[in-house]
């Protein structure tokens, strides 16, 4: 019996027709809201980049987006409650570097971040900002540490546990000596409204939360974690100027699917958000809080989470960090 070899392409053909309309019609079905499950509390970078994200993806996928937070734990409630969460396309986790800290820093974070999530795209990057409180005496991130050489652990805010500027504060402790004790808060907002009442004389967070007490004068930003000026803060010193460069880092907020999503959902969501964060009225949001638009393939964005994790094994073994669980 003869077969015709056009068949087998035809029928490849047909089943890629069906994905996609099975894909489109999932993803693209205004009957079905999508949601972005941040892991801070309002107010902070990572809640304000994921609504200017979704208001205007919402309108170019024509779908409602709803933001939904969900703190605590560092951001282990939120993750936790994504990767547990059917991998249709609907979920989705708005986190930071928490992502590849928490593993390594907690005994039992409750999730693997590479085998549970699929990485969608990073949305936003920026630096963490050391600032403190006018009245505290301190001018410089180097007055900074011999004054908390000379009295009892300074006590720190950040925007929670496993944070990127946690581990600016811890790195700080390991490298350089200082004696700070770190205050957990649910998010930047929080933490940063402590330092501004006075409550705390520290707060590493992000541009985003301490941008406009900076500009106010109700906050003094000593320096920024990133090894060139940030756009946003040209005039503020970094961590690599002032001689710890061992302690830069970047900042990100990225969107993670459950493992199993569908790849044609996760290229559809990465290529609409690029898009998205690229375009010249999200842009111009993103920079007023002082971000920059994100970059790079799902693929890309998965590589750096797995370099990360690298990084982050090593200074949590060199800084002895604890979790209280």
Known sequence: ??????????????????????????????????????ITAAGGGGDQSARIVADQLAIKLNRTIIVENKPGAGGNIATQFVAQS??????????????????????????DAVNDFVPVVQMIRGP????????????????????????????????????????VGECLKAVAGAKFEHVNYKGGAPAVADAVAGHIGLVISSTASTGQFIKSGKLRALGVSTTERWPSTPTILTLQEMGYGECTSEAWIGLFAPRGTPQAIVEMMNKEILGVINSPVTTEKIISIGYLPGTGSSLAFGNLIKKEISQVTQLVRQSKIQVQE
């Open 1 to 38: 019996m003869l077969i015709d070899k056009k068949i087998p392409k035809i029928i490849l053909f047909l089943i890629g027709s069906i994905i996609s309309v099975c894909v489109n019609s999932q993803v693209n079905s205004p009957q079905k809201p999508i949601k972005f499950v941040v």
């Open 86 to 111: 059917p991998p249709d396309g609907l979920t989705f986790l708005v986190t930071s570097n928490n992502h590849t800290i928490n593993p390594v820093l907690y005994k039992n974070a409750g999730y």
């Open 128 to 167: 963490s900002v050391i600032a403190v409180h006018p009245d505290f005496p301190a001018q410089s991130v180097a007055d900074l540490i011999t004054i908390s050489k000379n009295k009892s652990p300074i006590p720190f805010g950040s925007i929670g546990l496993g944070s990127a500027a946690h581990l």
